[in-house]
T-cell receptor
Framework: KNEVEQSPQNLTAQEGEFITINCSYSVGISALHWLQQHPGGGIVSLFMLSSGKKKHGRLIATINIQEKHSSLHITASHPRDSAVYICAVRWEGSQGNLIFGKGTKLSVKP | DAGVIQSPRHEVTEMGQEVTLRCKPISGHNSLFWYRQTMMRGLELLIYFNNNVPIDDSGMPEDRFSAKMPNASFSTLKIQPSEPRDSAVYFC?????????????FGPGTRLTVT
């Protein structure tokens, strides 16, 4: 079964902490997405990557294709980072559809 | 650009009624996706269009659901007849495809409640 597993499901951090969210998947992929969903419900694409590492501001996403694993890191976390972070993959040879993880709910306390 | 536009933002309807959700993708994007999000199942793809042609509709739950994309700037998702289990947030997303997919941009979603 093609699955996308995220950990942890819930994460509470203090402002300023370094945060890591993990995503693992079961078969070959052509791309992996990290999405952010705020309490209001809107979804924003943070990263799309197929190898290596990408950085945008305080966010860093890495992927290890051999280990079928990706991580999303947040440096110097802030309460405004509180959101649900969702990992999604596009399987190799798929027509384009994404398969989503269940999400990680992050709460950053001031 | 205004981003992906969805309407209505909220819809409350009674069981058995027809519901039509609308989406306007980002200008220049040639791929459009309809997703459904529920607490139990998370985000799921319903259907995906490329150049206005349905490519993968394997996620459409049953015959009560239908989607169309008559042109590059408009798509609809219709549920007829609606049932309480259809209550969810429905997202539309668009992307550019040129031999490979680029990032997807999501609309604000339509929150559907079927009573």
């Amino acid at each position: 079964k093609n699955e996308v597993e995220q950990s942890p499901q819930n994460l509470t951090a203090q402002e300023g902490e370094f945060i890591t969210i993990n995503c693992s998947y079961s078969v070959g992929i052509s791309a992996l997405h990290w999405l952010q969903q705020h309490p209001g419900g809107g979804i924003v694409s943070l990263f799309m990557l197929s190898s290596g590492k990408k950085k945008h501001g305080r966010l860093i996403a890495t992927i290890n294709i051999q280990e079928k694993h990706s991580s999303l890191h947040i440096t110097a976390s802030h309460p405004r980072d509180s959101a649900v972070y969702i990992c999604a993959v596009r399987w190799e040879g798929s027509q384009g559809n994404l398969i989503f993880g269940k999400g990680t709910k992050l709460s950053v306390k001031p | 650009d205004a981003g992906v536009i969805q309407s209505p933002r909220h819809e409350v309807t009674e069981m058995g009624q027809e519901v039509t959700l609308r989406c306007k993708p980002i200008s220049g994007h040639n791929s459009l996706f309809w997703y459904r999000q529920t607490m139990m199942r998370g985000l799921e793809l319903l259907i995906y269009f490329n150049n206005n042609v349905p490519i993968d509709d394997s996620g459409m739950p049953e015959d009560r659901f239908s989607a169309k994309m008559p042109n590059a700037s408009f798509s609809t998702l219709k549920i007829q007849p609606s049932e309480p289990r259809d209550s969810a947030v429905y997202f539309c997303a668009s992307s550019l495809y040129r031999g490979r997919f680029y990032e997807q941009y999501f609309g604000p979603g339509t929150r559907l409640t079927v009573t």
